[in-house]
T-cell receptor, first 111, second 114 residues
């Protein structure tokens, strides 16, 4: 069964304290890995798509990287406004099926 | 441009009642998705449409759930009869590229079944 696992479930950081979130997957023949940000009471918002091992993408204080088995979302010098739940998702193996989402990592950044 | 619009934002109902959730996708997006989010199971796909035609409904929990897309600008998700275990946030999303592309989510409809 295709699975996406995110860790940790929750992460508390001080402002400026860098860290990383992990997303591991069991889907074979990866056809893209997606990162989304979800604020409380809102729908997920797209951040990045990665397609091949070694690929990296950046947006402000966020950098996403991809290996053959997992992806990391690195947060450099976070600010309180980075507090949110970060979700990763991969397409399932079966053709025509939609994204499978992990349960997310809830990040809290305090000043 | 307006994003995906969902209504109602909040719905509280009693067990056994019919619930209808509504969604207006982004104009020009040919794909529409219904997802359900709970603490226990996270975000799960219920069904998705391409050009108003249901493509994959394997995530629809049971016959109590039904979804329609009568035209390119409107979709409904209906639960009849509702049960407490249906309590969740229901998200509609649309995409111009397909089920494996970027999704644009609405703000969700929070359903509470008492």
């Amino acid at each position: 069964e295709d699975q996406v696992t995110q860790s940790p479930e929750a992460l508390r950081l001080q402002e400026g304290e860098s860290s990383s979130l992990n997303c591991s997957y069991t889907v074979s023949g990866l056809r893209g890995l997606f990162w989304y940000r979800q604020d409380p009471g809102k729908g997920p918002e797209f951040l990045f798509t990665l397609y091949s091992a070694g690929e990296e993408k950046e947006k402000e204080r966020l950098k996403a990287t991809l290996t053959k088995k997992e992806s990391f979302l690195h947060i450099t010098a976070p600010k309180p406004e980075d507090s949110a739940t970060y979700l990763c998702a991969v397409p399932a193996n079966q053709a025509g099926t939609a994204l499978i989402f992990g349960k997310g990592t809830t990040l809290s950044v305090s000043s | 441009d307006a994003g995906v619009i969902q209504s109602p934002r909040h719905e509280v109902t009693e067990m056994g009642q019919e619930v209808t959730l509504r969604c207006k996708p982004i104009s020009g997006h040919d794909y529409l998705f219904w997802y359900r989010q709970t603490m226990m199971r996270g975000l799960e796909l219920l069904i998705y449409f391409n050009n108003n035609v249901p493509i994959d409904d394997s995530g629809m929990p049971e016959d109590r759930f039904s979804a329609k897309m009568p035209n390119a600008s409107f979709s409904t998700l209906k639960i009849q009869p509702s049960e407490p275990r249906d309590s969740a946030v229901y998200f509609c999303a649309s995409s111009p590229t397909g089920p494996r592309g970027e999704l644009f989510f609405g703000e969700g409809s929070r359903l509470t079944v008492l």
